[in-house]
């Protein structure tokens, strides 16, 4: 998760009341992962491998992924890179403590622009996606991008890969009306990514 330095925190928005569907019952070749906020606390600009904390179920999911034989990898904004806050050897630090925690994955891509940059990497789009795709030879059809903001979610529908958006108290509200699949947290993310594993896992779809 990396939101705009402006948009505010907000109560995490409530999965309730959405109607319930039957998961789409197809495993992902891959996943990929947002870094902050998703598989790990979120740390604005982090430049400290000692601040990594996993988010809680994060490494429960990813070793039933592996064992299921479904790839792994992370796809992150770190604009701090851009904006001078933090240096790409920080960065490469603290990815290297992630992947100490809850790795081995099998591809990292990482923006370092600043939105002003105007690349085609930083989400929403989807130029980290597809180059995930490619380096693990995967169609990207066949993927699944597990974030906590709407940019992560845009991202995966602009390369066609599937979204699940697992709300934090920063996602907004009209991100959670407009995903496709929402999951309360990575244990019920899990559920939809390997319901074979679990026959009564449900989607929660938007109602459109």
């Given at each position: 998760?990396?939101?705009?330095?402006?948009?505010?925190?907000?109560?995490?928005?409530?999965?309730?009341?959405?109607?319930?569907?039957?998961?789409?019952?197809?495993?992902?070749?891959?996943?990929?992962?947002?870094?902050?906020?998703?598989?790990?606390?979120?740390?604005?600009?982090?430049?400290?491998?000692?601040?990594?904390?996993?988010?809680?179920?994060?490494?429960?999911?990813?070793?039933?992924?592996?064992?299921?034989?479904?790839?792994?990898?992370?796809?992150?904004?770190?604009?701090?890179?851009?904006?001078?806050?933090?240096?790409?050897?920080?960065?490469?630090?603290?990815?290297?403590?992630?992947?100490?925690?809850l790795g081995p994955?099998?591809?990292?891509?990482?923006?370092?622009?600043?939105?002003?940059?105007?690349?085609?990497?930083?989400?929403?789009?989807?130029?980290?996606?597809?180059?995930?795709?490619?380096?693990?030879?995967?169609?990207?059809?066949?993927?699944?991008?597990?974030?906590?903001?709407?940019?992560?979610?845009?991202?995966?529908?602009?390369?066609?890969?599937?979204?699940?958006?697992?709300?934090?108290?920063?996602?907004?509200?009209?991100?959670?009306?407009?995903?496709?699949?929402?999951?309360?947290?990575?244990?019920?993310?899990?559920?939809?990514?390997?319901?074979?594993?679990?026959?009564?896992?449900?989607?929660?779809?938007?109602?459109?």
């Amino acid at each position: 998760m990396e939101q705009n330095a402006s948009a505010p925190a907000q109560a995490m928005p409530s999965a309730a009341g959405r109607p319930a569907m039957r998961a789409p019952e197809r495993v992902p070749a891959a996943v990929l992962f947002d870094r902050d906020g998703t598989l790990v606390v979120d740390e604005p600009y982090n430049g400290s491998p000692a601040l990594v904390r996993p988010m809680p179920g994060a490494s429960e999911l990813l070793a039933a992924l592996r064992r299921a034989g479904v790839r792994t990898g992370v796809v992150t904004n770190q604009s701090g890179i851009g904006r001078g806050l933090v240096t790409a050897e920080q960065v490469g630090a603290v990815n290297a403590r992630v992947e100490e925690l809850l790795g081995p994955f099998d591809v990292w891509q990482m923006c370092p622009h600043s939105p002003e940059d105007g690349c085609d990497c930083r989400k929403p789009q989807p130029g980290m996606i597809l180059s995930a795709a490619e380096q693990l030879g995967v169609p990207v059809e066949q993927l699944a991008v597990v974030g906590d903001i709407g940019a992560d979610m845009e991202a995966a529908r602009a390369a066609g890969a599937r979204g699940i958006l697992v709300p934090t108290p920063v996602t907004r509200p009209e991100e959670v009306e407009a995903a496709d699949e929402v999951a309360a947290d990575l244990v019920e993310a899990g559920r939809l990514l390997l319901p074979a594993a679990d026959p009564a896992a449900q989607t929660r779809t938007a109602d459109r």
